[in-house]
């Protein structure tokens, strides 16, 4: 409980009562693992001298060594300080705030459990990480990474979902992307929206303090030793971002593509929400807006074969460092989740990761083999002068990678033949 809880740490027995409200990870992140062995947890999130650095006065004896008085600081209650018997399982002292029987995990309702417990992790920590002001303070424990990690997966989710749009058309499409131009105005001024900006800054957090805990913790280990597993994963897919930034969001496009965007950010109209039209309307009504065509970005980068191996290779390191990073955070008391249902949550979160890592895989195989279609306000946009028939973009005449379109007959559309 908050007013006696007592910890094992390899072996030394912890008063940690008056250092709850001092703990920067909160005190659930140690209540968890009241009268338990957090030795594991301990160093999964913490540097080697952190106790001497910052708790010393909380060590009040060892596992199975009975009698003695407790260390100065100690609670009042501690003539007990056998706290921990030899056989590692609790004798005397508190009980865990979560200390669950083992038959909380088992059959369906502990399936059931370990989802909610994961899922209220999941989303306490977008939560915090978007509207919790203690993101500011400089602290040497690994919420920061944590919680930007888990709103970069976030961010990763909605942009998976967002790029299959690429299987309807270019109008859905090139209406995706242009909804986040209509945010535009959000971005304070930059030309980005406020979404574009905040996965930027969680990124650059995650970076600097993933690279920052490596060097203070696990810089002299050898890369045998698996312990720069994250580290090196990490690097990977910091370059891999970099020339993803400029392959595709930073990339200088001269063709435009004609889209009719609903009135408001999303089509609400009910015929196009049945055939899933969320950015763009049939609606001739609806004046035609040229936006940048990453329709016919996407198809080009993924022509090369080269670009889709070295992306397809990047989705391995990224579902590789997600897994890792998963395994890492679970335990971490600050999420809260109980010890027996760290390996159902475990074995959860790394399906989640490799379902999402496998739609990112289908995108450049879908890209390479299949063909370009055409977009419904081509010819509109021919009619009214926005395009010319020999424009570079998925209206007009290309020659696409393997793909050449044909020359249409009059009054139908042009398609792409291998």
Same mark, same amino acid.
């Given at each position: &409980?908050?007013? /006696?809880?007592?910890?094992?740490?390899?072996?030394?027995?912890?008063?940690?009562?008056?250092?709850?409200?001092?703990?920067?990870?909160?005190?659930?992140?140690?209540?968890?693992?009241?009268?338990?062995?957090? &030795?594991?947890?301990?160093?999964?999130?913490?540097?080697?001298?952190?106790?001497?650095?910052?708790?010393?006065?909380?060590?009040?004896?060892?596992?199975?060594?009975?009698?003695?008085?407790?260390?100065?600081?100690?609670?009042?209650?501690?003539?007990?300080?056998?706290?921990?018997?030899?056989?590692?399982?609790?004798?005397?002292?508190?009980?865990?705030?979560?200390?669950?029987?083992?038959?909380?995990?088992?059959?369906?309702?502990?399936?059931?459990?370990?989802?909610?417990?994961?899922?209220?992790?999941?989303?306490?920590?977008?939560?915090?990480?978007?509207?919790?002001?203690?993101?500011?303070?400089? *602290? =040497?424990?690994?919420?920061?990474?944590?919680? &930007?990690?888990?709103?970069?997966?976030?961010?990763?989710? #909605?942009?998976?979902?967002?790029?299959?749009? #690429?299987?309807?058309?270019?109008?859905?499409?090139?209406?995706?992307?242009?909804?986040?131009?209509?945010?535009?105005?959000?971005?304070?001024?930059?030309?980005? =929206?406020? #979404?574009?900006?905040?996965?930027?800054?969680?990124?650059?957090?995650?970076?600097?303090? +993933?690279?920052?805990?490596?060097? /203070?913790?696990?810089?002299?280990?050898?890369?045998?030793?698996?312990?720069?597993?994250?580290?090196?994963?990490?690097?990977?897919?910091?370059?891999?971002?970099?020339?993803?930034?400029f392959q595709y969001r930073l990339a200088k496009i001269g063709t435009t593509f004609p889209v009719r965007p609903p009135k408001y950010l999303i089509n609400?109209?009910?015929?196009?929400?049945?055939?899933?039209?969320?950015?763009?309307?049939?609606? *001739?009504?609806?004046?035609?807006?040229?936006?940048?065509?990453?329709?016919?970005?996407?198809?080009?980068?993924?022509?090369?074969?080269?670009?889709?191996?070295?992306?397809?290779?990047?989705?391995?390191?990224?579902?590789?460092?997600?897994?890792?990073?998963?395994?890492?955070?679970?335990?971490?008391?600050?999420?809260?989740?109980?010890?027996?249902?760290?390996?159902?949550?475990?074995?959860?979160?790394?399906?989640?990761?490799?379902?999402?890592?496998?739609?990112?895989?289908?995108?450049?195989?879908?890209?390479?083999?299949?063909?370009?279609?055409?977009?419904?306000?081509? /010819?509109?946009?021919?009619?009214?002068?926005?395009?010319?028939?020999?424009?570079? =973009?998925?209206?007009? =005449?290309?020659?696409? +990678?393997?793909?050449?379109?044909? #020359?249409?007959?009059?009054?139908?559309? &042009?398609?792409?033949?291998?």
């Amino acid at each position: &409980s908050k007013t /006696d809880c007592w910890v094992v740490v390899h072996g030394q027995v912890l008063n940690v009562t008056s250092f709850l409200k001092d703990h920067p990870g909160g005190e659930l992140a140690i209540l968890t693992f009241a009268g338990k062995d957090a &030795s594991a947890e301990f160093d999964m999130i913490h540097p080697p001298d952190v106790l001497q650095k910052y708790a010393p006065d909380t060590v009040i004896g060892t596992v199975g060594a009975a009698g003695g008085a407790p260390a100065a600081g100690a609670s009042a209650a501690a003539p007990k300080q056998q706290v921990i018997a030899a056989g590692g399982k609790p004798t005397e002292g508190p009980k865990g705030a979560l200390d669950l029987v083992d038959s909380d995990a088992e059959g369906l309702c502990g399936c059931i459990k370990s989802v909610w417990f994961m899922v209220r992790a999941f989303m306490m920590q977008i939560f915090r990480t978007i509207f919790f002001t203690g993101n500011f303070k400089f *602290t =040497n424990d690994r919420i920061g990474l944590t919680r &930007s990690a888990f709103f970069l997966i976030f961010f990763l989710v #909605v942009h998976a979902v967002g790029n299959l749009h #690429v299987f309807l058309g270019p109008d859905d499409f090139n209406g995706y992307g242009y909804f986040y131009v209509r945010l535009y105005w959000t971005g304070f001024g930059f030309n980005a =929206n406020i #979404v574009e900006e905040y996965v930027l800054l969680a990124g650059l957090l995650h970076i600097v303090v +993933g690279l920052k805990r490596t060097w /203070d913790i696990s810089i002299t280990n050898t890369i045998r030793s698996g312990r720069l597993n994250m580290a090196i994963s990490g690097l990977v897919l910091l370059a891999f971002m970099s020339v993803h930034l400029f392959q595709y969001r930073l990339a200088k496009i001269g063709t435009t593509f004609p889209v009719r965007p609903p009135k408001y950010l999303i089509n609400f109209d009910l015929n196009d929400l049945l055939h899933l039209r969320l950015f763009w309307t049939q609606n *001739t009504e609806v004046p035609i807006v040229m936006v940048r065509d990453i329709y016919q970005l996407e198809y080009i980068l993924f022509s090369d074969p080269l670009t889709c191996g070295f992306y397809m290779l990047s989705v391995v390191v990224f579902m590789t460092h997600g897994i890792l990073g998963w395994v890492k955070a679970v335990p971490a008391g600050a999420l809260g989740i109980p010890k027996i249902h760290h390996m159902k949550v475990n074995i959860l979160g790394c399906v989640i990761i490799g379902f999402i890592g496998f739609i990112y895989l289908v995108f450049p195989v879908f890209c390479y083999f299949s063909a370009p279609k055409h977009g419904h306000a081509c /010819d509109d946009a021919l009619a009214q002068g926005l395009l010319n028939t020999n424009a570079t =973009n998925t209206c007009g =005449n290309l020659e696409w +990678g393997h793909f050449i379109r044909e #020359v249409p007959a009059p009054g139908q559309h &042009s398609e792409y033949i291998r």
